[in-house]
């Protein structure tokens, strides 16, 4: 129904996605990339904010405390029963749905945020796309991915070597698509967004600390 990846993602997803939740929530890096991501965006007070790839809605709840009006999708129906169940004090809009062809109209949004939700596509460019299409005139997108330095020290040993690639991680095995920063950086300007900033987050509490374990890129739809 929604493309093998997308299926092999919601299997993993709807299998591991506790698992996953769990240990970022334990993990020092992943709090500190979430404070720097939140500085960049300036106020969204009143803002219709798109969390594609919601998982189990932790940026939807933080959203919503910033008194934004939030929706979340996600490929995976146990992330987003866990979103639900995690946010159920909170006015939050979930619902199962693949980044690439969401249900919503055009120029809905004022921000869109994927934060480790496009390594599971193929083809970047036409969930870019869909990103362009659902956000409004000056929108903002913000794009969090796996930073492409560590993925080769850590894993290909190669920055160039891209495409599918399949991994551990504890007890979850799980596929990341691998890209250069080229490919991020030409593929939302050659979908119409510009780019305002990129961070780098230095790690903090790892003996891993030589190179950046996140990238943020934050554009705007012009
Ligand atoms: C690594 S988790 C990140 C979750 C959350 N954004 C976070 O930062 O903690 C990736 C999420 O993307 C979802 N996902 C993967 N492929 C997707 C797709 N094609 N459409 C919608 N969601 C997808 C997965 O189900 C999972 O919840």
Known sequence: ???????????????????YNESEER?????????????MMKDVKGKKILDAGCGAGNYCKILVDMEAEVFGIDISPCMIDLAKEQCKDYKIDFRISDIENTPFDDNEFDIVISAFSL????????????????????GEAYVVVPHPVRKMVKYTHDYFETGKHWQNRGEMRFFNYYRTMEEYINSLALEGFSIKEIREPKPIKTSDNSFPHYLIIKSVSS
Request: glycine share 4%.
């Open 1 to 19: 129904m929604y493309g093998k990846d997308s299926e092999e993602a919601r299997r993993i997803f709807n299998a591991y996605g506790k698992y």
């Open 27 to 39: 993990n020092p890096n992943r709090k500190h990339l979430d404070q720097i991501l939140f500085s």
């Open 119 to 138: 390594l599971y596509k193929k083809d970047l460019r036409s969930v870019l796309r869909e990103f362009k299409r659902v956000l409004k005139k000056d």
